[in-house]
């Protein structure tokens, strides 16, 4: 047919979540943004801190074009990826040196990369815990790797490990995890981060080599009232970090972020050189400069967490009083909700019928709820309470 098939029903088909944004800005236009709540997408309101736009306008003002807008190493700048590299051994107290760590356009590229660079055979197998971020699907099955859902504990959303065990074989070659996690907000604890491991480590001396852990960070920093989360390299030595900055510093347009394979990882050099072969071949080098060199000079920047964490309350508050179920996320900016009907598509359609707009999970695995992501500002929450008690009430009648 001339083209690749495969590649127009992705373009063809957009993603649920970027179809409902889509709706949004219609309906916006229609009757006016304020009267809309949207809660579809990732977007953190929250803004980038401010030594971020200052430090941009700094090295506007003082580097030269060459520094901010030329190439770099394909990897990435050297003196970018010590920075980096000092920060997550002072934090973690592990030994990654620069020649580990890979400068990426965030963690959509770090996911590809990652997964081309660890799968060699069309068929092997890339377990994921639903729910999960339903783009898993398009970066696994691009590298041609196949996608193997393991499910979770119910009503706490923790990695049912006794499941995932059954879900491991010969075929398996990585393992995805996110925590916090989107969608449901949840960060794994220890003690299912260790239960994880030791299967890993089990399976892998059975199967007679290594299965790997991919780490999907973007939002590690995103976590209140004290949560730790585990860092999985400390727990694991096959384990590659896929970071981003775009939630961590509300940079999700600049596209910057990184891989960083662990140093205790047997074989770390040359996986690392598969990383850098598969950033190649897929066009994934030099990550923008001028952003390796914020992200360099404001590693220890914070954005505003407080204000997600307010939205979290008033949201998670709310609803359970009006008789929602949901999981109290401990991290990211998600909240997931038990829709109140068994199909979580008719449920967002009497949604949208009061102008709320939230995300049917059943791409995320999980079927019968929807997502929330409350990383908007604090008057789309306030205006859409109101509706989400009318919606309850529908249902209760
Ligand atoms: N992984 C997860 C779990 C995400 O939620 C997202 C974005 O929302 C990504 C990866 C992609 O992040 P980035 O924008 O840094 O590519």
Redesign the pocket.
């Known amino acids: 047919m001339g083209y690749n098939q495969k590649m127009f029903g992705l373009g063809n088909r957009r993603s649920i979540i970027r179809e409902i944004f889509e709706y949004s800005k219609t309906r916006s236009a229609e009757i006016g943004a304020e009267n809309v709540f949207d809660f579809s997408l990732?977007n953190p309101s929250v803004p980038a801190p401010a030594e971020v736009n200052d430090t941009i306008r700094e090295l506007l003002d003082t580097q030269s074009s060459v520094l901010l807008h030329g190439y770099t190493s394909a990897q990435g700048d050297i003196t970018v990826r010590r920075v980096i590299a000092d920060r997550i051994n002072a934090k973690f107290g592990v030994c990654l040196t620069p020649d580990l760590l890979y400068m990426t356009c965030?963690?959509?590229?770090s996911?590809s990369i990652s997964l081309k660079a660890l799968i060699e055979e069309a068929g092997e197998e890339v377990v994921v815990f639903a729910p999960f971020?339903t783009?898993y699907r398009v970066f696994i099955e691009n590298a041609g790797g196949k996608v193997v859902v393991s499910k979770p504990m119910e009503r706490t959303f923790q990695i049912d490990v006794a499941d995932f065990e059954t879900k491991l074989s010969p075929l398996t070659k990585a393992v995805i995890v996110?925590s916090p996690n989107?969608p449901s907000g949840v960060v794994y604890s220890e003690e299912t981060v260790r239960a994880m491991c030791d299967v890993l480590r089990r399976k892998s001396a059975e199967f007679g080599h290594p299965i790997y852990l991919i780490a999907?960070e973007?939002?590690r920093e995103l976590v209140y009232a004290g949560v730790e989360v585990p860092y999985l390299m400390n727990h694991y030595e096959n384990t590659l970090v896929c970071y981003?900055f775009?939630k961590s510093l509300s940079l999700?347009g600049e596209?910057i972020?990184y891989i960083a394979v662990c140093p205790a990882m047997e074989d770390a050099k040359n996986i690392y050189l598969a990383v850098c072969g598969a950033g190649r071949s897929l066009g994934y080098v030099c990550a923008p400069s001028l952003f390796q060199h914020v992200i360099a000079k404001c590693i220890d920047a914070k954005v505003n967490v407080e204000a997600y964490k307010e939205n979290r309350d008033l949201l998670y508050d709310n609803l359970t009083a009006y008789g929602y179920e949901c999981v109290k996320p401990d991290g990211a900016f998600y909240l997931f909700v038990k829709a109140l009907e068994p199909d979580a598509y008719k449920f967002y359609e009497r949604a949208k019928a009061h102008e709320l707009l939230v995300v049917p999970c059943d791409d995320f695995g999980v079927s019968g709820y929807v997502r929330i992501a409350y990383c908007t500002d604090r008057k789309t929450v306030v205006g859409a309470l109101p509706a989400f008690k009318k919606l309850a009430e529908e249902y209760q009648k």
């Open positions: 990732g965030g963690a959509a590229a996911l971020f783009e996110n989107n999907d973007p939002y981003s775009s999700p596209r972020g």
